[in-house]
């Protein structure tokens, strides 16, 4: 089955506990991207990449960072987490971006 | 940057009754524009796009939405609503690059019986 798949679904930690927060896709896309949803303020792209080692800003990085070392494997990686980026994260992934993206189920992070 | 805003972050039907939810965009170069629907606890799903061809597009589960280059918008219209379509949707815009994408605010469908 074609799935984008993130784990964990739901994670609660403290402030500066580094975490990482794992996506990966099955369909071999060449394109994925984090996002995060706030209340109010729809989806908010964190980052993006475009393939292997080729990855960008979207419009909220800050405090974040992310790789892409595989194909199918684009984790977003939270050294220092603070209160305000208790939200919910959602990977996505598409082949050929202007047909739309797959999304994955979501993970929920609460920061204390 | 692109802009996408949704007008109504909840609007209210009746079972069988045209559904309506409005999206305007900003953009400085022809835009790509998406809807997307969102069930409770789920990740979001496609509905349709618009990438420049014709100007009304059909999507999934009997949803359209016509892009109006005068207006800026893209609302997004179903002649008759079912309970099933009780949803989050979002509106979103993406760079000609196809690179960045930003999304709406969203609207919640309710739709009673």
């Known amino acids: 089955e074609a799935q984008v798949t993130q784990n964990p679904r739901y994670l609660i930690t403290v402030t500066g506990k580094k975490l990482t927060v794992t996506c990966s896709q099955n369909m071999n896309h060449e394109y994925m991207s984090w996002y995060r949803q706030d209340p109010g303020l729809g989806l908010r792209q964190i980052y993006y990449s475009m393939n292997v080692e080729v990855t960008d800003k979207g419009d909220v990085p800050e405090g974040y960072k992310v790789s892409r070392k595989e194909k199918r494997n684009f984790p977003l990686i939270l050294e220092s987490p603070s209160p305000n980026q208790t939200s919910l994260y959602f990977c996505?992934?598409?082949?050929?971006?202007?047909?739309?993206?797959?999304f994955g189920p979501g993970t929920r992070l609460t920061v204390l | 940057a692109q802009s996408v805003t949704q007008l109504g972050s909840h609007v209210s039907v009746s079972e069988g009754a045209l559904v309506l939810l409005r999206c305007n965009y900003s953009?400085?170069?022809?835009?790509?524009l998406f809807w997307y629907v969102q069930y409770p606890n789920q990740g979001l799903q496609l509905l349709l796009k618009y990438t420049s061809a014709a100007t009304l597009v059909k999507g999934i589960n009997g949803f359209e939405a016509e892009f109006k280059k005068s207006e800026t918008s893209f609302h997004l219209t179903k002649p008759s609503a079912h309970m099933s379509d009780a949803a989050e949707y979002f509106c979103a815009v993406s760079d000609g690059n196809f690179n960045k994408f930003y999304f709406g605010s969203g609207t919640k469908l309710n739709v009673k019986p």
């Open positions: 996505a992934s598409s082949l050929f971006q202007e047909k739309g993206q797959f």
């Open positions: 953009s400085s170069v022809p835009p790509y």
